[in-house]
């Protein structure tokens, strides 16, 4: 109905309340999806806008950044058409208003233009936005702290030089404080900024873990918002994951035991990072694998796998027990112990399960490493040939060595089933079948 030429004009009024009123109409309609955001660039209508930003009341200034963070939040071009027309540079001097809702304002659509990719996030660094939005987490409201928490998040995650210029206008320290605030939204916010700047580089997790998190962190795992939860134990996820040190650490301070029980507490995609991080720190050694072992990681990992229903969770668990099982018989003993092998085969063989859930679920890891028998033996009769090939490998290597075990391999019918599988002749599975059945005597092979 040509509403946005109508409206254009009225940006301009001499009456104040219509002016804002124009623009909160403006910033609504650009709201509602990328075609209307479209259409106000193509009106011409932002030059106008950043030229009020810098000489009108407070109400307009808000509508005003308003109308901007509603066009650039749906696409990198639009975001990049507000940049073109030079709006960063009074969006940061709007970080330096008197009127906090004027700087939340600003903080907001700025954080809305630097999430999308690392050249946008670059341009609001070079306005200078940075040091200003750590000045804005110092500030009294709590919705300003929020906004310009987010805001250094957005302005993180995109490489390891981005999250350096966040660290170098001091906003660890600043945010590592605010761990233990009240406020539950704030907290999701500076666990979030936390973990995009610790995930880049194994020097960036230090600096974060020198601001003295532990044993802080852990008190999140425990919230009752789950996006607190969830940020929680990925910022401990994005700090395990880079070196074998940095998980000794979160060991020390009891984080595996306290992501042990968040996993236990919560379900769905709350319980992933922590899955992940147990996964992370067991892959480094084979102590560390033991500490998740001893903290009793296992059995919330095998429940998981059964109560999940998104494959890529399960796919998680399956990766994480990989992980936990793949060091030494004993390792995998435990894992084998709490009979995860049957769910985990039963996973790689249903039709449904997604390709990646396939490729974590295939047992490999662990089986290569498992002695324990009694846990393989039901998996001669189910398993797959190329999973088979494995099982029946470790038979051949443990057989010939324990006498108890041959006997019971008899009577639990284990060599019957061994003498039905079909083998290709020179084939690694049937060297396997040999070495066993070299064990016996030929009339109990026959028999």
Known sequence: SGVMALLRPLLLDVVPTI?????????????????????????????QLVCSLSEQNRFYKKAAAFVLRAVGKH?????????QCGALETLVICLEDFDPGVKEAAAWALGYIARHNSELSQAVVDAGAVPLLVLCIQEPEIALKRIAASTLS??????????????????????????????????????????QIAKHS????????????????????????????????????????????????????????????????CRGTVRLPGIMMLGYVAAHSENLSMAVIISKGIPPLCTCLIEENEDHIKAAAAWALGQVGRHTPEHARAVAVANVLPILLSLYMETHSSEDLQVKATLKNILQKCTYLPALEPLLHDAPPNILKHIVGQFSKVLPHDSKA???????????????????????LQEYINTINNCYPEEIVRY
């Open 75 to 83: 696409s990198p071009q639009l975001a990049q058409a507000i940049v």
């Open 154 to 195: 957005d302005i993180s995650k995109h490489s390891p030089e981005l999250a350096q210029t966040v660290v170098d206008a001091g906003a660890i320290a600043h945010l590592a404080q605010m761990i233990l605030n009240p406020d539950a939204k704030l907290k999701r916010q500076v666990l979030s900024a936390l973990s």
């Open 406 to 428: 041959r006997r019971l391999f008899v009577t639990t019918g284990g060599l019957k089933k061994v003498q039905e599988i079909k083998a290709e002749p020179g084939s690694l």
């Open 19 to 47: 002016q804002q009123t124009a623009a909160l109409a403006l910033g609504r309609l650009a709201n509602y999806n990328d075609d209307l955001a479209e259409a106000v660039v193509k009106g011409d209508i932002l030059p």
């Open 202 to 265: 194994v020097d960036l997790a230090e600096l974060v873990v020198e601001a003295e998190i532990f044993p802080v962190v852990l008190t999140c795992l425990k919230d009752s918002d789950e996006y607190v939860k969830k940020n929680g134990a990925t910022l401990i996820r994005e700090i395990a994951k880079h070196t074998p040190e940095l998980s000794q650490l979160i060991v020390n301070a009891g984080g595996v035991a306290a992501v042990i029980d968040c996993i236990g507490s």
